[in-house]
């Protein structure tokens, strides 16, 4: 409903929540996997399942690095205000 209304900084928030997720998600996940050594990376282990779900995450709605560049320049137009 904000979208609608052109409220910018609800979009820009909402951005903001879903690119520190997914890549906390994917510390996480990474850090998990690290943990488990060899045995985190097997077809068994819940940890690696887990890897790649956080990385999807990463990557549809717009990859992370598409969201950097968006929320920069929202923190360049809110500079100039």
Avoid: C, P
Avoid at 46 to 58: G, P, T, W
């Amino acid at each position: 409903v904000s979208k609608e209304r052109g409220e910018t900084e609800s979009v820009n928030h909402t951005l903001l929540a879903k690119y520190r997720t997914s890549t906390i998600a994917v510390k996480a996940a990474a850090d998990a996997v690290q943990i488990h050594g060899a045995q985190g990376i097997g077809a068994e282990a819940s940890v690696q399942r887990h890897y790649r779900d956080a990385k999807v995450m990463e990557i549809i709605e717009g990859t992370t690095q598409i969201q950097q560049t968006m929320l920069g320049q929202f923190a360049v137009r809110a500079a100039r205000l």
